[in-house]
């Protein structure tokens, strides 16, 4: 059965500090997605990126970056120089593809980060 | 393009009632997918339709059902409601297949008392 982990329930830094979010993902297909997503304190799902299992390329978007290892099953999701604006959850995910056109699209528990100033 | 929209936004309601909840993907996905968020089970995957049809159900009771329409909008209803039912709700659209990502709705923020 799939299933995602993120061991860190809440984490808090000052502004400016680099902060990186762990994901451990577990499935049993070798063609699978990982994602992330955002949510602010305005409670609504933001997604940042998408991830699949056959490009293990880390990706850089601006302060974000995504370290994709397979060895380990890990997503990890760093934030380089933080904000106050980054204060949100963040949730990793997990989806596999079914037969039917559905997909399992599992979360993990998420980490609530706070910035502070 | 339009997000996803999901009414009402907020609702009341008392025990052993029963709530319908409403949301219009993004213009284009055919996949809707429904989650229960609360503080101590985070996100719970309640069901997903594509074409009108349950693709993918998660571990809820026969209380909670939904359906979608052929314009892909979708419903989901729950009955006899229990106080544990208090939760947001959200709804995700999405291209139909695996690896698509989600995109959300603001949710349905439902207090049972």
């Known amino acids: 059965a799939q299933k995602v982990t993120q061991a860190q329930t809440e984490i808090s830094v000052v502004e400016k500090e680099d902060v990186t979010l762990d994901c451990v993902y577990e499935?049993?297909?070798?063609?699978?997605?990982l994602f992330w997503y955002k949510q602010p304190p305005s409670g609504e799902l933001v997604f940042l990126i998408r991830?699949?299992?056959?490009?293990?390329q880390n990706e850089i978007s601006g302060r974000y970056s995504w370290n994709f290892q397979k060895s380990t099953s890990s997503f990890n999701f760093t934030i380089t120089a933080s904000q106050v604006v980054d204060s949100a959850v963040y949730f990793c995910a997990l989806s596999e593809a079914r037969d039917n056109y559905g997909q399992n699209f599992v979360f993990g528990p998420g980490t609530r980060l706070s910035v502070l100033p | 393009k339009a997000g996803v929209t999901q009414t009402p936004r907020y609702l009341i309601k008392t025990r052993g009632q029963q709530v319908t909840l409403s949301c219009s993907p993004i213009?284009?996905?055919?996949?809707v997918s429904w989650y229960q968020q609360t503080p101590g089970q985070g996100l719970q995957f309640l069901f997903e339709y594509f074409s009108e049809t349950q693709r993918n159900k998660g571990n809820f009771p026969g209380r909670f059902s939904g359906r979608q329409f052929s314009n892909s909008r979708s419903e989901m209803n729950v009955s006899t409601l229990e106080l544990g039912d208090s939760a947001l709700y959200l709804c995700a659209s999405s291209l139909p297949g695996g690896g698509h990502e989600q995109f959300f709705g603001p949710g349905t923020r439902l207090t049972v008392l």
């Open positions: 213009s284009g996905h055919r996949s």
């Open positions: 499935t049993r297909d070798t063609t699978y997605y």
């Open positions: 991830r699949n299992s056959f490009d293990e």
